[in-house]
């Protein structure tokens, strides 16, 4: 491991300097609103064709309607949170990534995990996950915890 000094602070990793949690709360807030619009808008083909199965079904295909969200939004995060940038379109734009603190890549079912757990913690708490960020260290939140993963920026 190499260790730099910067600003008078030996820094060993990029997830020890403070610089790269400014920020990461409202980058990660903008990101879900924005990766949130891209599964809508990747659920409309989708839509269409499970529209036109149940037709050719008399209507036993229009079933799948009732798992389209989920279907497509896991394919989503699987491909772009498990993917070699560790990070979704809405991430990439607002300039942050997903973490592991062992070091190690982030795969698609950690990503899948991350984000059931961040779904199943909003049932549950509502918008009392995003307080735990407010009293953690790196800002992490409830499902980062559980985890062992954290946001940060990328661009640090």
Same mark, same amino acid.
């Given at each position: 491991?190499?260790? @730099?000094?910067?600003?008078?602070?030996?820094?060993?990793?990029?997830?020890?300097?403070?610089?790269?949690?400014?920020?990461?709360?409202?980058?990660? +807030? *903008?990101?879900?609103?924005?990766?949130?619009?891209?599964? &809508?808008?990747?659920?409309?083909?989708?839509?269409?064709? +499970?529209? %036109? *199965?149940?037709?050719?079904?008399? &209507? $036993? &295909? =229009?079933? #799948? %309607?009732?798992? $389209? %969200?989920?279907?497509?939004?896991?394919?989503?995060? =699987?491909?772009? $949170?498990? &993917?070699?940038?560790?990070?979704?379109?809405?991430?990439? +734009?607002?300039? +942050?990534? #997903?973490? @592991?603190?062992?070091?190690?890549?982030?795969?698609?079912?950690?990503?899948?995990?991350?984000?059931? #757990? %961040?779904?199943?913690?909003?049932?549950?708490?509502?918008?009392?996950?995003?307080?735990?960020?407010?009293?953690?260290?790196?800002?992490?939140?409830?499902?980062?915890? #559980?985890?062992?993963?954290?946001?940060?920026?990328?661009?640090?």
């Amino acid at each position: 491991m190499t260790a @730099r000094v910067l600003d008078g602070e030996i820094i060993t990793s990029r997830l020890e300097d403070s610089r790269a949690y400014d920020g990461v709360r409202t980058r990660r +807030i *903008l990101a879900f609103c924005i990766d949130y619009l891209i599964v &809508g808008l990747l659920m409309i083909p989708f839509a269409i064709v +499970i529209f %036109f *199965l149940g037709i050719l079904t008399l &209507g $036993l &295909g =229009w079933a #799948l %309607f009732g798992i $389209l %969200f989920p279907l497509v939004a896991i394919a989503y995060v =699987w491909s772009t $949170l498990g &993917g070699p940038n560790q990070a979704t379109t809405g991430m990439r +734009i607002m300039g +942050i990534r #997903l973490d @592991r603190l062992d070091g190690r890549p982030v795969d698609g079912l950690l990503a899948i995990v991350h984000s059931v #757990l %961040f779904w199943a913690g909003n049932v549950v708490l509502t918008p009392l996950v995003l307080l735990v960020s407010l009293f953690s260290d790196r800002k992490r939140t409830l499902h980062d915890l #559980l985890l062992g993963t954290v946001v940060s920026r990328s661009d640090s």
